[in-house]
């Protein structure tokens, strides 16, 4: 089973700006990608499948930024498309504005790329941050959500994996129920100790 947390966060200067590049850089390459999807649409009629790895020669400055929140980008075009084209969507895929669209980016925790230390939120790339962790986390963190909020403040959403173990209940009193013609039914209450 998953679950969500949601924590502020509290970068330095160097952090913030690099959660600035992020952010601009997924909303680039969704855009980019969206563009150059629509462009192979109208010529050949196919749907154009690439990568961010595919821009990263013309566009070195990706490359500072954390792979993993460009890929997810990709992965979310590419369930718009998939929406759209299924007829689950209400609308075709539209390009993400820089002042209109929200500031964030989707990160995944691979080899222990993402996790909580010492009170603070290790990230790719970024680094250690501070976090205000308020509750205990369960489970095993998948992936964590960076946005910056209209106020400028950060928090990360962090999602977690883990396994559900439902209680062993002892019973002591049940309830019992004996089709009769004339009552339509008999109430039978009986303790376990009685039975024993």
């Known amino acids: 089973m998953n679950r969500a947390y949601k924590f502020w966060i509290y970068p330095n200067k160097e952090q913030r700006i690099l959660f600035a590049k992020t952010f601009g850089c997924v ?4 855009n980019r990608m969206l563009a150059d999807k629509i462009a ?7 749907i154009l499948m ?3 790895a595919q821009y990263k020669t013309q566009y070195i400055w990706l490359r500072e930024v954390d ?9 979310h075009l590419q369930s718009a498309y998939v929406n759209f084209f299924s007829g689950r969507s209400s609308g075709f895929p539209r390009f993400k504005s820089k002042k209109t669209s929200r500031r964030k980016y989707t990160t995944n925790n691979q080899k222990g790329g993402v996790r909580i230390e010492n009170g603070k939120l290790k990230l790719p790339k970024v680094g250690f941050v501070k976090i205000v962790q308020h509750r205990e986390i369960i489970g095993i963190i998948k992936s964590v959500t960076i946005e910056q ?3 400028n403040k950060y928090y990360a959403s962090i999602l977690t994996e883990y396994e559900s173990q439902v209680p062993e209940i002892e ?13 339509l039914y008999v109430n039978i ?3 376990t100790s009685e039975l024993s």
Do not use: C, W
């Not at 909303?27 to 969704?30: E, G, Q, S, T, V």
């Not at 192979?40 to 196919?46: D, F, N």
């Not at 792979?67 to 992965?75: D, H, K, Y």
């Open 40 to 46: 192979a649409y109208l010529e050949t009629g196919k």
């Open 27 to 30: 909303r680039f390459i969704y």
């Open 189 to 191: 209450r009986r303790k």
């Open 67 to 75: 792979s993993l929140a460009l890929t997810n980008a990709q992965l």
């Open 50 to 52: 690439i990568t961010p």
């Open 149 to 151: 909020t209209p106020t």
């Open 171 to 183: 019973l002591k009193k049940f309830v019992g129920l004996d089709f009769s013609m004339h009552n």
